[in-house]
């Protein structure tokens, strides 16, 4: 289920790289997205310690050579949170390493769009929200396996759901005589628990009231709930028993007791409490307790999370009764495992001996059928499979039923009453034997996962157009021997440097390195091999066989052997010649107008100061050796940052920006300017730096 709206943490300490992913979140129509930035760790630990944050999006570059230990923190402090990493070139390695560390996304940076970071936000954060329910439903099944008592179980039971969903609060009721008291709880304040503990209605004189059939009158949703008095005509009644809200506030502006079934005392409403969850615990004839669920803010659920917990619910139901009367059927537990692992969106139980299968109601329900329609035999499950997974699917089924696997798992597509094809996932296992070893009876559970496939689909399609797009993207990966000989060398490079391959894997990089760099750049080559810093980016000049001078930016690190020992250098190169050339005409015209009255300051696409003249030394107090080299947005004060962000994200969209702004000199002396921006572009079109002309308002030109 695509949810309403995700709210999105970016972590990257380029302004312009994260105003780009603000503006293309700005125009993605199909989710809403609310978006907070942070430009360095400690900003972004800070600003997680708020509980709405759905997303990351961490830049691997934000740390320099510690990306790493960038993202283990960051990961380490939002366990509950999906998070996807973008990467830039030489930085595939770091990648992986991330992927393996629960990275649940990458994206390439420069090749960022709408519907390619949509579906990589919705598929990351559906990955996440699946991972999050089946470690729940694990943890769960090994914590009721455990050897505990009553109490024990339950109090670990309501942490392992906190810790996951993270809820304000949780709590679980049990029968004892005729009331459902609170059992255990978290996160409730005493007033709550002691002013809600009790169900049982009473009279005047302090006895309980009953009903015509002489049960207890149990008050308030949890008594619905317990005595099964719910309406599935109203949506916030599930078929399943459950009664749900996201909001507490609308639901009683909205309805009526008659509507919600008798009197309702509204105290979670009172304490804040407005996504509000009530999920039946039952065991094999009838409910037991129920389990709460409560979060002070609005939209916490989703159907599909219900269905989760009252699958749950039903087996957590089942293990509490174990607890209380032991010696419980081993299959019931072996049965709970399953019902727990597949979230309980649907469950059969297939009697090989007769072919009888008793297909669950969830089941029937996710494939739109009632109960009654669906036949109980093997010859209904094989009608409805896709021709084209028969019989895959049945061979896999088979392969466990003789012994050749230690479980059934298949995803397979099953056509609905509409006609229409679902992808599910079906998990089964044998849990009974007769007496001479022959299955008699397999358990399993089905998960639909058609929201799944069409975003992996999605996801495929635009992966595909990334490495296409890598085809065009003039990076060249190399390997350099400890020796400094080339030992894989791509076209691109031979082409550039006017050389055969075979003739480049013949010399060594010091050889077509100017002379001026080549020293200096194998130092650092050397330095990687005796020091903790294993690899480093640097820009050089390399010299063709015609003598034309080239720009490259080169990402090194180092590759180690299977004993940790030194094998040799991966090199990532970038033709940056005509991005050299370009800065080096725009330091030139900038220089030129260095006696100009108005101050010029250029602009790199990072925000990092190119060119500051004397108008702008005069202007502002602060002259070129100060400025030239540090990030802009470091001079400025809150509000100076806030007129340059809006200026940036003005100039990157329509190439210019014209604004009348106040700003500060370094004396603290406030200047009122006339602002103009302009985009500065290679002669190929590409965006190259930011030009920007302020003229001090009122001031009288010299003669």
């Known amino acids: ?37 942070a430009t360095h760790l400690e900003d972004a630990l800070e600003r997680l310690k708020d509980k709405r944050i759905d997303v990351v999006v961490l830049d691997m570059g934000l740390g320099g050579g510690e990306s790493l230990t960038t993202f ?59 991972e999050i329910r089946e470690r729940l439903a694990r943890q769960t099944l090994e914590m009721l396996n455990r050897q505990q008592n009553l109490e024990e179980t339950i ?3 309501l942490r392992l759901v906190k810790r996951a969903i993270d809820f304000d609060a949780v709590g679980i009721r049990l029968r004892d005589g005729d009331d459902f008291p609170y059992y255990q709880t978290i996160g409730f304040s005493e007033a709550f628990i002691c002013a ?38 109203l949506p916030f009644f599930t078929d399943g028993g459950s009664f749900w809200t996201n909001s507490t506030t609308k639901l009683l502006a909205g309805t009526t007791e008659k509507d919600r079934n008798g009197r309702t005392r509204n105290r979670c409403h009172r304490e804040g409490y407005e996504s509000v969850a009530l999920i039946p615990l039952r065991n094999a004839t009838e409910i037991i307790g129920l389990l709460q669920l409560n979060d002070q803010r609005t939209n916490r659920f989703t159907p599909g999370m219900i269905q989760f917990f009252e699958g749950l619910g039903a087996s957590v139901g089942i293990a509490l009764q174990h607890k209380k009367a032991e010696g419980m059927l ?208 640097t820009e050089k000049r390399f010299v063709a066989r015609n003598g034309r001078q080239l720009w490259l930016d080169a990402s090194v690190s180092l590759v180690t052997d299977d004993r940790n020992q030194p094998e040799r250098f991966l090199t990532y190169l970038r033709d940056i010649t005509e991005h050299k050339q370009a800065e080096d005409r725009i330091r030139m015209q900038a220089e030129s107008l260095d006696l100009a009255h108005d101050a010029i300051v250029v602009l790199d696409l990072s925000g990092r100061i190119l060119s500051w003249n004397g108008g702008a030394h005069r202007l502002f107090g602060r002259s070129p050796e100060e400025t030239i080299g540090q990030e802009f947005i470091r001079l400025l004060s809150e509000k100076e940052t806030g007129q340059m962000r809006a200026c940036l994200e003005q100039t990157l969209r329509t190439g210019l920006c014209n604004r009348r702004l106040e700003k500060l000199t370094r004396a603290g002396v406030k200047v009122e300017v006339q602002s103009s921006w302009r985009l500065l572009k290679s002669q190929g079109g590409l965006p190259q730096a930011f030009l920007i002309v302020e003229t001090e308002i009122g001031q009288t030109m010299p003669d």
């Open 196 to 233: 809600e503990r009790f169900l049982c209605a009473k009279d005047r004189t302090g006895e309980v009231l009953r009903d015509d059939v002489g049960d207890p009158v149990l008050e308030c949703m949890c008594g619905n709930i317990l005595r099964g008095r719910t309406n599935t005509v």
């Open 1 to 37: 289920m695509i949810p309403e709206q995700l709210s999105i943490l970016v972590v990257e300490c380029d302004v312009v790289e994260s105003g780009i992913i603000q503006d293309v979140l700005s125009k993605v129509g199909l989710v809403k997205f609310s978006v907070q930035t």
């Open 330 to 537: 081993r299959d019931s537990q072996q049965r709970l495992e399953f019902v727990l692992q597949g979230g309980g969106l649907g469950s059969w139980d297939w009697y090989p001996q007769t072919g009888d299968v008793a297909y669950s109601e969830l089941w029937a329900a996710m494939l739109d059928y009632s109960p009654e329609e669906v036949q109980p035999s093997v010859d209904f499950f094989k009608q409805h499979l896709h021709p084209d997974d028969l019989p895959s699917t049945l061979e896999r089924l088979m392969a466990h039923v003789e012994g050749r696997t230690l479980i059934y798992e298949s995803e397979h597509r099953l056509r609905a009453k509409s006609g229409a094809w679902k992808w599910v996932r079906d998990r089964g296992r044998i849990v009974v034997r007769d007496q001479d070893g022959r299955p008699s009876r397999v358990a399993g559970v089905v998960e639909d996962i058609t929201t799944r496939k069409l975003v992996e689909s999605a996801l495929r399609e635009s992966r595909a157009n990334l490495a296409r797009a890598e085809l065009f993207s003039h990076m060249m990966v190399t390997q350099i021997g400890l020796d400094g000989r080339w030992l894989k060398v791509p076209p691109l490079l031979c082409r550039l440097l006017g050389y055969e391959e075979a003739e480049l894997l013949a010399l060594r990089i010091q050889d077509v390195l100017h002379p001026d760099d080549a020293e200096c750049d194998w130092w650092q080559y050397q330095r990687i091999l005796v020091s903790d810093i294993k690899s480093f980016s």
């Open 155 to 157: 109090l670990e039971f």
């Open 72 to 130: 283990r923190e960051l990961r380490k402090a939002a366990p509950g949170v999906a998070l996807i990493i973008l990467i830039g070139p030489g930085q595939d390695e770091q990648a992986v390493v991330a992927m393996r560390e629960g990275a649940h996304q990458w994206l390439l940076k420069g090749e960022i769009t709408g519907s390619v970071l949509m579906r990589v936000l919705l598929y990351a954060f559906e990955c996440h929200r699946t």
